[in-house]
């Protein structure tokens, strides 16, 4: 049992360079997110996807998108990288179920440090 | 609005002294859950604790506790007897309406800790 994982860990890009992050959960989970982390800014949402074949907008979602092909895997692109998109990004995968012994808890991958140049 | 507000970007204390995080939120639901995550230098992202909106317990795990007070809006985080492996950023979370919602997460910009020996 994996948790969650992300490819790659690290990636150096220039600008107007394409790329696809790869997030993976074997948890079984419906829904899966992606964030991103710059400094002082905590972690704010950029896509998410409810289920298989549905993603939706977060908080900040220009420049990137997303798909949700299988269950398991949430990718992550990026079409033309900016330097605004230098950043660590995080994919989460979501454990819950109603009511008041709901185990409501979102689960982390490892991050990738993306540096666009 | 959904708001999470950390006031402390950065505490330093010394080994052995106990230390408080301070986590003050805002949402118009009734049902909502507050989260503690804490980054390590290696930079994961480690789940703490999950509390329910309606379950204000105060909880204790070792040399961590956690004080919710709906009154004030307050989700603080105690280590007692800090370690020098206490150092991190630690973020708290806000997730609102439950459980059959979308689940997403709302952060505050992170308290770093650093505990010196």
């Known amino acids: 049992n994996a948790g969650v994982t992300q490819t790659p860990k690290f990636r150096v890009l220039k600008t107007g360079q394409s790329m696809t992050l790869l997030c993976a959960q074997d948890?079984?989970?419906?829904?899966m997110y992606w964030y991103r982390q710059d400094p002082g800014m905590g972690l704010r949402l950029i896509h998410y996807?409810?289920?298989?074949?549905t993603t939706a907008k977060g908080e900040v979602p220009d420049g990137y998108n997303v798909s949700r092909l299988k269950k398991q895997n949430f990718l992550l692109g990026l079409e033309s990288a900016a330097p605004s998109q230098t950043s660590v990004y995080f994919c989460?995968?979501?454990?819950w179920g109603a009511g008041r012994t709901s185990t409501d808890t979102q689960y982390f991958g490892p991050g990738t440090r993306l540096t666009v140049l | 609005a959904q708001k999470v507000t950390q006031a402390q970007t950065e505490i330093s204390v010394v080994e052995k002294e106990d230390v408080t995080l301070d986590c003050v939120y805002e949402t118009r639901d009734t049902t909502y859950y507050l989260f503690w995550y804490k980054q390590p230098p290696s930079g994961e992202l480690v789940f703490l604790i999950r509390r329910n909106s309606f379950d204000e317990q105060n909880e204790i795990s070792g040399r961590y506790s956690w004080n919710f007070q709906k009154s004030t809006s307050s989700f603080n985080f105690t280590i007692t007897a800090s370690q020098v492996v206490d150092s991190a950023v630690y973020f708290c979370a806000l997730t609102p309406g439950g459980g059959s919602t979308l689940g997403r997460l709302y952060f505050g910009r992170g308290t770093q800790l650093t505990v010196w020996p």
């Open positions: 996807s409810v289920g298989e074949g």
């Open positions: 948890m079984n989970h419906e829904y």
């Open positions: 989460a995968s979501r454990s």
